[in-house]
């Protein structure tokens, strides 16, 4: 079948991931035209510098400075915002879909925080609005989650969403090195955002789990409902202690819907036990792991972030973008739940790991153990470990089952004592159990 | 958006998968609506008995035994062909085509062995064809390898197929029990099929990857024309003896790409290392690993069968037929390629893992080593293993570098020797670099 339309794309942005697309699109414009029955073209793509040399040949002719020129096009159908940030590019966004246009987006940072805005536009606009590449690269898990796995609801999505903490964990423990070495180097191989603390504190991954937040559930969950947390204060001595209890450190992203119909939203180190295949994803590898009430669970491996795989994800968008502009219904019409209630810590439960500093004296232990009998929690295992410097020790301890909201106030305790002489870090115990 | 219009779908067959998706169907009405604005309503079924008590009711007015009732009846817009088997269910998937009815089939046997007959009548009728659950269960992997990454070309495709075979493997090497114990009672819990032969010698498996061969390069590849070797033969001590190799045993269905652009499809007994996430997977659950030229490598794991998980995929199904009768273009016109060319076994190269039993004497090591060194075959590492029987020894071995031809004139060459008294058994060292 050929429809024998060409559809004309404009890109907002030229760098990396859109000089991908670019490259890919033209070696897979017969397949598309074969597969869907469209054909597409490369039309324009508006840049900052039209002079500048780019991997990536494109005439000047098909250059602009200027996105409205894109924008206002009526002959453009389909336009690519591969610009990021958050200002601009909502304005672009909104602008296109009022425009009549097909948007496609990498963006997760403007998805994230203004998501409801920019879908409801696209409703408005009879536009549609496509998103793949903005969680987890080239897995294509927005399709899975929302057309593959339609038939369920997910009580629990939980995986690695930041291709750069994943390597530095991985490194961390295949070479016995410490965070800031590893940093270091990941820093030098370009693997961190300019704003490190995207990465590294989390950020990046909650904006991730948002967006599958918003598909699962319906509805927006701001980054400051969530519990976040990086990996920042992660020592080797934590890699290493996990394997003692057959586990693995790994910065974990999760949605879960309690029992009781609230949301928890969080990104935190995690213990995963290695029979997990999550816990064996390694390097700039991420994992989504999905549990359906009807399929039971899924999980989905691979690049998270990329050029080449992120021009993946955008190509399937413009394809569905194709598909859509041909006929097919738009698929984003979830129902906009009610805001929905977030969990309390108090609600939350689950195992814990605790590591903090403290003198190595008679009493200490009793001193700690008393802080938390008083917030009910009881010690599973608990392991003095001796520094080689002189009068400190590193307790490592394990709890039973407790509650976030009594290890937050217990850490808040043992921080204020005089023999605690470290934050105590904690390590959730993941417990993928739904 | 809503169409407000209502589908009507039929059921040829109404067994355990049929119930499961009657039964989530009527569950997740209200989200398709809302999701794809189209309805659905459960028309009607056919049965080979009427009065049969079913662990979903349904009403014997949508009961019938005559599957033309479905297929003639003009208000029936989606036929799942949901029965099983080759000959009735080809008449009726043809027939149903022909009557301009759209077809959801989870019926791997019949797509295997009349897939492109199919296609060309779904494609010359103007209707569509979709049987995501004919592979992988709840994966929705024909959505991911079409859809999600249609920006690639995969030069290879391998994974666990098969959940039955991977039942059996995960628990002889967990309990240390023979192969015969275990599939005893994965027999007593109904997870092998009546027709044995399929799970255990590797058959389903193969349809498998027939078909994700046809979604991945275009054309059909018959089952003779692959290399085809099941469990059977595998015995616990080469679970043990994997280990020895940081490798798991595994059964691997897979599709090549060699550089010469040959294509070779497989189903056999693998040696995976316990590094690739694909030899984490076990149980039940299938595992498919797609090397695209775009994206890299993504892995996809769910459960391969079962009730509730193919009924997931059947939804996903109906719900892109919606989506089709919605006005969304077919996804199935994919160049129907040339005749590839097959491998021949001499051009297929890895390293293999040899086990065989000899007469523990004098000499028999030189005879083996002679044989090998005739096909040019090199020997990494030999292990004679004592039998605790008399007279007897396992010879374990593994290869350098050879091809697929030789290890077959090989073993032939073995088997034939007076003190080689077991067929030599052959398990791939897999490569997965491409």
Redesign the interface.
């Known amino acids: 079948?050929d429809?024998g339309k060409i559809f004309r794309i404009g890109f907002l942005g030229m760098g990396t991931v859109a000089q991908g697309v670019w490259k890919?699109?033209q070696a897979?414009r017969e397949?598309?035209r074969?597969?869907?029955?469209?054909e597409i073209e490369l039309a324009k793509a508006c840049v900052r510098d039209i002079s500048k040399r780019r991997a990536v040949e494109i005439p000047e002719s098909k250059l602009t400075q200027d996105p409205y020129e894109i924008i206002n096009d009526p002959s453009i159908d389909i336009v690519c915002e591969l610009m990021g940030g958050t200002g601009k590019a909502l304005e672009l966004t909104l602008a296109a879909l009022r425009a009549g246009k097909v948007v496609v987006s990498a963006n997760k940072a403007v998805i994230c925080s203004h998501g409801a805005e920019i879908f409801a536009e696209a409703?408005k606009c009879g536009g549609a609005y496509f998103f793949?590449a903005s969680v987890a690269g080239?897995?294509?898990i927005i399709?899975?989650l929302?057309?593959?796995?339609?038939?369920?609801r997910f009580s629990l999505i939980y995986g690695i969403l930041n291709g750069t903490c994943n390597y530095i964990l991985t490194r961390m423990e295949r070479e016995n090195a410490t965070y800031e070495t590893i940093l270091k180097d990941a820093r030098r191989l370009g693997y961190v955002e300019a704003d490190e603390s995207l990465d590294i504190d989390g950020w990046d991954a909650a904006h991730k789990i948002a967006i599958l937040a918003y598909l699962a559930h319906g509805c927006w969950i701001g980054t400051d409902k969530m519990l976040v947390t990086g990996i920042r204060g992660i020592r080797l001595e934590d890699m290493i202690w996990a394997r003692d209890f057959n586990c693995r450190v790994k910065l974990i992203a999760a949605i879960r819907k309690l029992e009781n119909g609230a949301l928890f939203a969080s990104v935190y180190p995690a213990l995963l036990p290695l029979?997990d295949?999550v816990a064996?994803?390694n390097e700039v590898y991420n994992a989504v792991s999905l549990n359906?009430d009807?399929?039971?669970?899924?999980?989905?491996?691979?690049?998270g972030a990329?050029q080449?795989?992120t021009?993946?994800?955008v190509?399937?968008d413009i394809?569905?973008a194709l598909?859509y502009l041909?006929?097919?219904?738009?698929?984003m019409?979830?129902?906009d739940l009610a805001e929905p209630r977030m969990a309390t810590l108090d609600e939350v439960d689950g195992d814990f790991y605790l590591r903090f500093e403290v003198e190595d004296k008679a009493g200490v232990l009793a001193t700690i153990a008393s802080v938390l009998a008083k917030e009910d929690i009881s010690i599973k295992l608990l392991h003095q470990r001796k520094h080689d410097s002189s009068g400190k020790a590193w307790i490592v301890m394990t709890t039973h089952k407790t509650t976030e909201g009594a290890i937050k106030k217990a850490c808040q305790s043992l921080s204020s004592l005089p023999v605690v002489s470290s934050e105590p870090f904690v390590i959730r115990i993941f417990d993928s159990q739904v």
């Open positions: 079948m429809s890919h699109l897979n397949i598309m074969q597969r869907l029955g469209g409703r793949e080239g897995i294509p399709k899975v929302r057309e593959g796995l339609i038939a369920n029979t295949v064996n994803v359906g009807v399929v039971g669970r899924t999980v989905h491996i691979g690049r990329g080449d795989a021009a993946s994800a190509i399937a394809s569905d598909k041909l006929g097919a219904p738009a698929q019409s979830v129902a």
